[in-house]
Every structure is written in C-alpha cells, then in structure tokens.
C-alpha cells in the first residue's frame, strides 16, 4: 500500500462555548426559516451567487474522497423547457397510475401534481448526477464508493447553502429521470439524482402546513 500525503488540519478556528452555542442557535433558527417553495419569481440571479452554493456542496465528505457527483447548472430556457416537457411526462405516468393510493393520499397535503411549471420559471436549475465510477488518468474505470451517502451529504450543504444566500429551493425527483442523461449527453455511469430549482420566491408565495418532529421523537442521547 502506497504512502499517502497528510497535512496539519488548515483553517480551524476553536470558538469559546459562549461563541459556540450563539454559533449554534444562530444557524438553528435560520434553517427553521427554510421552506420547500413551489411558487418562483422569474427575478434573475447572480451566477456567482449560484457558483458559491455548489462549491460549498461540494466541500462535502465522500467515500474514499471519490467526489462521486456532478452538477449541471441550467438557465438557458430552451434547456429548460425541455426538462419540464420530459418531467412532466413521467409525472404524468405517476399520477395516473405508477403511484399508489397510499403514496397519492400521502402527498395529497402538499397540493402536488404532474404540473411542474417552476421547472421553467426558476432562473436556476442545478441538476445533479450521481457517479458510479470515475476514470483514471488513463481512461480506466475508476469504482466510487458510499454514492448515495456521498452526494446525499452534499445535497444537503447546497440546500443549507442556497438558504443561507437568501434563496428558495424545491428537490424535484421525477421518476424515472434517465431523460437527463440524454438531455445533458452524461454516460450511463451517471445516475441522476435530483433537480435543484433555485430563486427568489414569488412576493405572494404560498406554502402547506406542516409540523417538524420534535427532537425526542427524532433522536435519542445516550
């Protein structure tokens, strides 16, 4: 087994337990404000704003540092538009009869359908591939590992990321979404995993009414 290189631990700052417990609270109670949202502004958005919250997904641990995923930022509308033409389509074949009565009661609160018009609306879409294996300088094949668990972490840093910017999001995942791999020409080593819709909400945005768990029935300390 081949030596590798380390380094001393670059960056860390140790904050007293005052600082850190404000630290805490602080980004608690922002991320108690996060909100799926459905309704979007066309309003634009600074691309840099966009390429700050993808670098920060990407700081994300990852099995063996494999970095097993991909982004596909989409403005172009005619992009767009074509992503809601095929979402669509398959969500069309859900609600008529993929879906199970249980599955359609369950979304049913949510007031979901096979409409999918921020798909188009939303300045940014940020879809997201997940890879199965990379390549080797020499054009070998290359194994990932913890996939899922991998681009699963860093999904939830760009989410954090693009509330954090002052942005709303919706994870969108029509099923299934192969369609991506022929729109955006990823080979079939990249599975898709979501579709990020990104921008300001509409001023009149609408959403459901819902209850978060409370720590003790989330989690148990030993």
């Not at 960056?11 to 922002?30: G, H, K, N, P, T």
């Not at 398959?90 to 009565?101: H, M």
């Not at 369609?179 to 509409?202: D, K, W």
């Amino acid at each position: 087994m081949r030596n590798h290189d380390f380094e001393p631990l670059p960056d860390y700052v140790e904050y007293s337990e005052e600082q850190m417990r404000s630290r805490s609270i602080s980004f608690l109670e922002d991320m108690q404000r996060r909100r799926t949202v459905r309704d979007f502004s066309a309003r634009p958005v600074s691309r840099e704003i966009i390429e700050n919250c993808v670098r920060t997904a990407m700081t994300a641990p990852s099995g063996a540092n494999m970095q097993p995923w991909h982004f596909v930022v989409v403005q172009d509308p005619r992009i767009k538009q074509r992503i809601r033409e095929a979402a669509e389509q398959v969500e069309r074949d859900f609600y008529a009869g993929r879906a199970s009565d249980e599955w359609l009661e369950a979304l049913a609160p949510l007031g979901t359908d096979e409409h999918k018009p921020f798909l188009e609306i939303a300045p940014y879409l940020i879809v997201v591939f997940a890879q199965l294996h990379g390549m080797d300088p020499s054009g070998e094949p290359v194994k990932h590992y913890y996939v899922n668990e991998s681009v699963g972490i860093a999904m939830g840093l760009l989410i954090a990321a693009v509330h954090r910017s002052g942005l709303a999001c919706l994870t969108h995942t029509p099923a299934p979404m192969r369609f991506l791999n022929e729109i955006f020409q990823r080979p079939n080593s990249e599975r898709p995993y979501l579709i990020l819709a990104v921008g300001y909400p509409q001023p009149d945005a609408r959403v459901p009414v819902i209850d978060k768990k409370k720590l003790d029935e989330a989690s148990q300390f030993l």
